[in-house]
C-alpha cells in the first residue's frame, strides 16, 4: 500500500518529484520512502537521479498488462486511428472507472488548439460524453441532469458534451459493444467549438461514428484475444534482490506488483492457483497480494477469479503514455558516456539526412561538439549508414541516388557501388564504423535502436577523435556496451509503445 501511494504521488506530480516531497505528500517517514524508492528502482520502475525519482518506461508494463486483458486497445486503436484521419478530429476510447470514464487509447490530431488528455487519465462521468452511455445500465440513483442524458443516451444511442467538461469542448461518444452484448467501451470525437458546435459535429461525425462502431464490433468478434502465459516465474528474481539488498528491498512491494504482470491478452481472469504459478508466489503469498490490491481497487474478485481495473492505469501511465523516445534514450546514453568516456548520440532518418535528436556530451577539452537538430547527409555518417540498411533495397536505392555523394573529406566513400556493398555489410554486421569519411579527425561507431517490430527507427553511436581508439579498440571495447545500451533503450521503448504512440523526436 505504501509503495502504490508513493507511485500514484509521483504520477500525480507529473512523473518526477523529489523524495523528500514524497515523504511529506504521502505522510510515510523519509528512510521508509527511501526504502520504496530503492525498491521501485531495483524494479526498473522508477529512476532516481540524486534526490529526485523519475517514473521509467518499464512502469507501463503494468497498465500493459490490463490493456491486453481487456483486448480492446489491439484490435479497436486502428480503426480509432483511422476515424481520426477520416474526419480530422480527435478521437478517444474510453472505459468505465468506478463513477468515472478513464482512456485507453488516444488518436490526437495536432494543432494550435490540441487535446491534452492521456491514457489513464480519468475524469468525471457526468461532464463527459461516454459517461452518459455507461451510466445508462449503473445501478443506484444518478443526480437528475446526469439521469435524464444516461436516459437520452440509452434512447439515441449516442451521447454530447457540449462544453461539460471544459469551455471550448465538445464531444461526440457511442458505446462499442462486445460480442456477448454488453458495453466493452465508448468511442469519442471530440472537438473544439472553433471548428464545431456540439450540434453541428453531430451531424458531421455520428455517420461516420456509426460506421466506425460497427467496424469495431466486428473485429472484436473476428479477433477473440490469445492466451499467452507468461514466460517462467515472474516473481523468481524478488529473493535474490531481498539477499542482495537486506532491509533497503521491500520484497512484499515488489511481489504486489509482479502479480498485476500476471494478466495479460488471453488471461483477463484468473484463479489463485494460476495467478500463483504464474508468479511463483505461493498460494498465501499471492493471496495476500490481491487482497491488498483488491482493497486498493486495483483487481476485482468474482466468484474465485481476479481481475484487473481500469485503475492500474493510474499508475504512471498518463505522464509515461506522452513519453519520447529521445526521453527513453537519454538516462542509457549517459550510462554509455560515464562508461566509454566519449559523446553519445541519437539520431533518426529525415529525407537524405539524419536527424540528431539527443545527445549526451562528454567532459573533455576536446570532444565532438554537435547539437540536437543537426543534420548529416546520411551516406557519410554511421548513424545514416545503419538507418539506410534497415530500408527496403528500392527505397535506399533512391536515397543514394537523390542524395548525390559528394567527397565531405579525401576519405569519404561516394562511388554508388562501393556505398551499396558498405550498407549492405553494415546490414549485415550490425554495426556501421564510419572513420574520418564525414570530418577529418571524428570517428564514429553506430548500432540501430530497434522498436516492437523489429524495425530500426533511431540509431545510437560513440563518436571520438580518431586519436582515442583505433578501429580494432573500437570494435572490442566500445561496440558491445554500444549494442548493449541499444537494447535497453529498444526494451524500454517496446514497453512504451505496445498501446501508445512513442514519438521519435
Request: charged share 25%.
Amino acid at each position: 500500500m505504501r509503495g502504490i501511494a508513493v507511485l500514484r504521488e509521483i504520477t500525480d506530480a507529473g512523473g518526477r518529484t523529489t523524495l523528500g516531497e514524497l515523504a511529506r505528500t504521502t505522510g510515510l517517514a523519509r528512510s521508509t520512502v527511501d526504502r520504496v524508492a530503492a525498491t521501485l528502482a531495483r524494479m526498473g520502475y522508477v529512476r532516481l537521479d540524486g534526490h529526485e525519482a523519475h517514473l521509467a518506461p518499464r512502469l507501463m508494463e503494468l497498465g500493459n498488462a490490463y490493456l491486453a486483458a481487456v483486448h480492446l486497445p489491439g484490435p479497436l486503436g486502428p480503426l480509432a486511428e483511422r476515424l481520426a484521419e477520416e474526419l480530422d478530429e480527435s478521437v478517444s476510447l474510453a472505459v468505465p472507472d468506478r463513477d468515472g470514464i478513464r482512456f485507453i487509447h488516444q488518436s490526437t490530431r495536432r494543432r494550435a488548439m490540441s487535446l491534452t488528455f492521456r491514457i489513464g487519465d480519468l475524469l468525471p462521468a457526468e461532464r463527459t460524453a461516454p459517461g452518459p452511455l455507461f451510466a445508462a445500465s449503473w445501478p443506484g440513483p444518478l443526480g437528475d441532469g446526469f439521469a435524464r442524458r444516461a436516459a437520452r443516451a440509452a434512447e439515441d444511442g449516442w451521447a454530447l458534451d457540449d462544453q461539460l467538461l471544459e469551455p471550448g469542448l465538445v464531444a461526440l461518444a457511442m458505446p462499442v459493444r462486445a460480442p456477448g452484448g454488453e458495453v466493452a467501451c465508448a468511442v469519442s470525437v471530440v472537438s473544439h467549438t472553433s471548428r464545431h458546435s456540439a450540434d453541428s459535429l453531430r451531424r458531421a461525425a455520428l455517420p461516420r461514428l456509426r460506421h466506425a462502431v460497427a467496424a469495431m464490433e466486428a473485429a472484436l468478434r473476428r479477433t477473440p484475444p490469445t492466451a499467452a502465459p507468461p514466460t517462467g516465474p515472474l516473481a523468481d528474481w524478488t529473493g535474490a534482490s531481498k539477499q542482495e539488498l537486506g532491509a533497503g528491498f521491500v520484497e512484499s512491494l515488489a511481489r504486489g506488483l509482479t502479480v498485476v504482470t500476471a494478466f495479460g491478452e488471453g488471461r483477463a481472469e484468473l484463479s489463485l492457483s494460476a495467478i500463483a504459478e504464474a508468479t511463483g508466489l505461493a498460494r498465501a503469498t499471492a493471496r495476500r497480494a490481491l487482497i491488498t490490491l483488491e482493497h486498493l481497487g486495483y483487481v476485482t474478485a468474482r466468484e474465485r477469479t481476479f481481475r484487473l481495473t481500469p485503475r492500474v492505469l493510474a499508475l504512471g501511465y498518463p505522464p509515461l503514455s506522452r513519453i519520447t523516445l529521445p526521453a527513453i534514450a537519454v538516462p542509457h546514453m549517459a550510462e554509455l558516456v560515464r562508461r566509454v568516456h566519449d559523446s553519445a548520440s541519437l539520431a533518426v532518418l529525415d529525407g537524405d539526412d539524419i536527424r540528431y535528436t539527443a545527445r549526451v556530451a562528454t567532459e573533455r577539452i576536446m570532444s565532438v561538439n554537435i547539437t540536437i537538430g543537426t543534420r548529416f547527409p546520411a551516406y557519410a555518417a554511421s548513424m545514416g549508414r545503419v538507418l539506410l540498411a534497415d530500408l527496403p533495397p528500392a527505397d535506399r536505392a533512391e536515397r543514394l541516388v537523390r542524395s548525390r555523394p559528394r567527397p565531405l573529406t579525401p576519405r569519404t566513400v561516394t562511388d554508388p557501388a562501393r556505398l551499396a556493398a558498405l550498407i549492405d555489410r553494415v546490414g549485415e554486421e550490425r554495426y556501421a564504423l564510419v572513420d574520418e569519411e564525414l570530418e577529418e579527425g571524428l570517428r564514429s561507431l553506430a548500432v540501430p535502436v530497434r522498436d516492437g517490430t523489429g524495425r530500426a527507427v533511431a540509431a545510437l553511436n560513440v563518436a571520438m577523435h580518431s586519436s582515442r581508439r583505433t578501429t580494432e579498440e573500437c570494435l572490442a571495447d566500445v561496440l558491445p556496451q554500444l549494442r548493449a545500451t541499444a537494447d535497453r533503450i529498444g526494451t524500454d521503448l517496446r514497453v512504451a509503445g505496445r498501446f501508445a504512440r512513442v514519438a521519435t523526436v
